[in-house]
C-alpha cells in the first residue's frame, strides 16, 4: 500500500461552521505533513508532525489546528476560517524526517479542496 | 533572494524533443532535490530525487545536480503531450523544511 488517502475530496463551509480534514497512510512513515496550495502557486508547508508529536509549526493561524491520534492519522480541525483560506489542502507524509537518502521524499495524498464561503 | 527560483515559463517544447527545467537554490547546506510533477486539479507527484553532485537518470528523466553552483535540473527526452504538467523542483533546508518552487508550467505540443 502506497498511498495517502485524504477525506473528503471537497469541503464548503461557512466562516462559523468546525470543519474536519483527515489522512490516512498505512506505508509505516513516522513524519507526516499539511501543506496548503493556492491556485497556480507552490504548496506553502503549514505543519509537520514526526513520531506523532508537532515539530514544525509554521506560524500557522490558530483557527487552524493540527492533530495527530497515532502513526498513521493526520487530522486538521478547521474553525472560523474566512474565505481567503479557500484552497487545496494536502497531506503528505515521509519515511523520517532525516536527510538519509530516500527517507525524506514525500508522497502525497490526492488533497481536499476547501471552499469557505 | 528566493529560496528555490525556477522559470515559471510556460516552456513549449515539440513532441519528441529535449524539455530541459532549470532550478536554482540559495542554502548552501541543503542535501535533497527533488523534481514533482503537478497537473491541473492534481496533488504533485514524485519525479525525481537526486542527493549527489551529478547525474541521475531514470528512464526519459535525467535530474542533474551542482551543488558548487546551487543548480538542480530536469531533462524529459521524447517528451510527449502528456508530459504537459507544472514542474516543481523542491529542496530540502534547514530545520527539514521541504521548500517548494513556483514552478514551471511545460507544454508539449504534437
Known amino acids: 500500500d502506497t498511498e495517502v488517502t485524504q477525506t473528503p475530496k471537497h469541503l464548503v463551509m461557512g466562516m462559523t461552521n468546525k470543519k474536519s480534514l483527515k489522512c490516512e497512510q498505512h506505508?509505516?512513515?513516522?513524519?507526516m505533513y499539511w501543506y496548503k496550495q493556492k491556485a497556480k502557486k507552490p504548496p506553502e508547508l503549514m505543519f509537520v508532525y514526526s513520531y506523532e508529536k508537532l515539530s514544525i509549526n509554521e506560524s500557522v493561524p490558530s483557527r487552524f489546528s493540527p492533530e495527530c491520534p497515532n502513526s498513521s492519522l493526520l487530522n486538521l480541525h478547521l474553525h472560523a476560517l474566512q474565505p481567503e483560506d479557500s484552497a487545496l489542502y494536502l497531506c503528505a507524509s515521509s519515511q523520517d524526517l532525516s536527510e538519509v537518502a530516500g527517507a525524506n521524499v514525500l508522497t502525497f495524498g490526492a488533497g481536499s479542496r476547501l471552499t469557505v464561503l | 533572494q528566493k529560496e528555490v527560483e525556477q522559470n515559471s515559463g510556460p516552456l513549449s517544447v515539440p513532441e519528441g524533443a529535449i524539455a530541459s527545467l532549470n532550478c536554482t537554490y540559495s542554502?548552501?547546506?541543503?542535501?535533497?532535490f527533488f523534481w514533482y510533477r503537478q497537473y491541473s486539479g492534481k496533488s504533485p507527484e514524485l519525479i525525481m530525487s537526486?542527493?549527489?553532485?551529478g547525474d541521475k537518470e531514470d528512464g526519459r528523466f535525467t535530474a542533474q545536480l551542482n551543488k558548487a553552483s546551487q543548480y538542480v535540473s530536469l531533462l524529459i527526452r521524447d517528451s510527449q503531450p502528456s508530459d504537459s504538467a507544472t514542474y516543481l523542483c523542491a529542496v530540502n533546508g534547514r530545520g527539514n523544511k521541504l521548500v517548494f518552487g513556483a514552478g514551471t508550467i511545460l507544454r508539449v505540443k504534437s
Open positions: 542554502d548552501r547546506v541543503s542535501q535533497s
Open positions: 537526486i542527493y549527489s553532485n
Open positions: 506505508m509505516g512513515h513516522r513524519a
